[in-house]
């Protein structure tokens, strides 16, 4: 089955820099790729996604790129804010369903 | 707000009872899924429905099981608890097409004592 490894598990980073979480994925063929971000208490809201016709995806301050040959993708948070501030999953679709494989999270944290 | 609902938000229990968790699906969604969160096992997919029908599973122990009602509403079951079973339990909702969003809810927060 999909299997999908988030780095880093962890990031600080400082108001107003950019900040970047990358994921890759084992099925060649999934084809949706979503990002989620989860505030504590409350269930995963998605931010953005990108399928596999396309490379890259804005979205204001958020972007994800997608490269299918080297099975990665990866999420862009420019002129981070504190209410960034949170945990962000990747997720791929397994080939030719609905079924979400995710991440094991990264832990965002805006330094003032 | 997503939409989806689910209750209770909160839940609290003994090792070997029963538990029913309840999620409604925002409105025109004809699939649930019902992932489980604890803090060492991430986002584990269970279970998807389609119209009352099952059409995907995942790690899905055999204590548990799910079903989705003509409304389109859907109960995750859970018995003979284990202290290893508390975790959060969410509910996601989309139209069923592939690559369609899939949109979560709140959570129920079981705790097994």
Redesign the interface.
Known sequence: GENVEQHPSTLSVQEGDSAVIKCTYSDSAS??F?W?KQELG?????II?I?SNVGEKKDQRIAVTLNKTAKHFSLHITETQPEDSAVY?CAA??P??????????TRLTIIP | DSGVTQTPKHLITATGQRVTLRCSPRSGDLSVYWYQQSLDQGLQFLIQYYNGEERAKGNILERFSAQQFPDLHSELNLSSLELGDSALYFCASSTGDVQETQYFGPGTRLLVL
């Open positions: 084809n949706y979503p989620y409350k269930g995963p809201q998605l996604d399928r999953f679709n397994g030719g369903n609905e079924k979400l494989t995710f991440g094991t999270g």
